[in-house]
């Protein structure tokens, strides 16, 4: 899958997917996982800021099937039951809730979350749907598979976070019905840059060793949220 060409934010995802991912130790990758969450949260709102604005559209509608009151990462042991529905970004809050984050850190990170959604959500409804696209359509593939590449998974809330990222690229770039072809119809611009800035910061500000190393310096990095 590929992205849209020539839009600045693809720079962004560059970067992200260019950051020091191979050096993290695994409280790092619990802080990443933490601020994943935020994440998730913000794509659910996203995708339903797209379904608001685009009622009658059959695509949309199948993909908030895929990623919302769903099945599709069950079971998975102490997350979710067989056949157990929810939004994905539920399933993130459960891993959040295994792990074993330093509670300091995870009020830290809680914070930077907070701060990372009142951001986001401030951004108009069209800006939000049409991010859908440039995530399902191979921006976070790129990006979970950098994610992947960290050496030390040896945590049970990591392993379900792992089974988060695996499944995910699966459900966007498998076989099948693809999520990215059900909202490739939403044609991302650079609107939708202060997104991909605000995911860049909170994953850098909750694991700072990822800035210590990125492959790609000197990419385009302004639109930030707030």
Known sequence: MTIHAGNRYENIITEISGLNWDSLNRDDLIAVSNAYYYFSTQFRESL?????????DPKLMELRAGECDT????????????????????FMRRVVAMSSMDPAARRRVAGLGESYLAGTRKLDRLTQAMSIS??????????????????????????AFRHFLVEHIRL???????????????????RIMPLWSAFKRILIESAPRLAEAAATPGLVTEGAVG
């Open 48 to 56: 339903e800021a797209a379904c608001e604005l685009y009622p009658s």
């Open 71 to 90: 099945d599709n990462l069950c079971p998975y042991p102490g997350i979710a039951e067989a056949g157990e529905k929810m939004n994905h970004d539920e």
């Open 134 to 159: 440039s995530y399902e359509d191979g921006g976070l593939e790129k990006v979970f598979r950098a994610i992947l590449r960290a050496p030390d998974w040896d945590e049970p809330s990591l392993q």
């Open 172 to 190: 966007d770039s498998g076989p099948g019905v693809q999520h990215g072809a059900l909202c490739r119809h939403l044609i991302a611009d650079d």
